[in-house]
């Protein structure tokens, strides 16, 4: 949904340009300050309606098996994601400038949001408590190779 806001809020960023005085190396801004408060209300209404109707929003929480981790999971998960946003913002609003900001800024946040899953996962939340040690070390590598191009990436974009 981040997409399609972005994708379709040329409009607002436009606005938010000639009316508002707003720079236009800021306008992302104004497109994620709607993104992230309108965007997560469907994802969290329709889970919760399709539970009621199947009638196991009251188990969610009383389960002995992986889902009594939902309220950790959806703590863990989503402040990262908006600090995740939020160092998009600022790449490409500031960072990075209006040319290179949002070109650069979005493999971060991609980048970025794919490490802190893994770590996530893989340390907290115990996705990858049966995996093979084999795959246990791919997880290290591509952990190590993505933390390198992220280093190499927003060094460059400061330079």
């Known amino acids: 949904m981040l997409q399609f806001s972005f994708v379709f809020s040329k409009d607002m960023r436009d606005i938010a340009e000639s009316q508002y005085s707003v720079p236009a190396s800021l306008t992302s801004a104004v497109t994620f300050f709607f993104a992230i408060t309108i965007c997560p209300i469907p994802n969290v209404l329709i889970p919760l309606i399709k539970l009621t109707r199947n009638g196991k929003l009251s188990h969610l929480h009383k389960s002995p098996s992986s889902t009594s981790n939902f309220?950790?999971?959806?703590?863990?998960?989503?402040?990262?994601?908006?600090?995740?946003?939020?160092?998009?913002?600022i790449s490409a609003a500031s960072l990075l400038g209006p040319d290179y900001g949002p070109a650069v800024g979005w493999p971060l946040l991609i980048v970025t949001t794919n490490v802190t899953g893994l770590v996530l996962g893989w340390k907290f939340l115990g996705e990858w408590d049966l995996a093979k040690p084999r795959t246990i070390k791919y997880i290290k590598v591509?952990?190590?190779?993505?933390?390198?191009?992220?280093?190499?990436?927003?060094?460059?974009g400061l330079l």
Do not use: D, R
Request: charge should be positive; aromatic fraction near 8%; hydrophobic fraction near 55%.
């Open 142 to 156: 591509s952990l190590a190779l993505s933390g390198i191009g992220l280093g190499i990436v927003s060094i460059g």
């Open 71 to 89: 309220f950790k999971t959806l703590l863990l998960m989503s402040l990262p994601w908006v600090v995740q946003s939020h160092l998009y913002g």
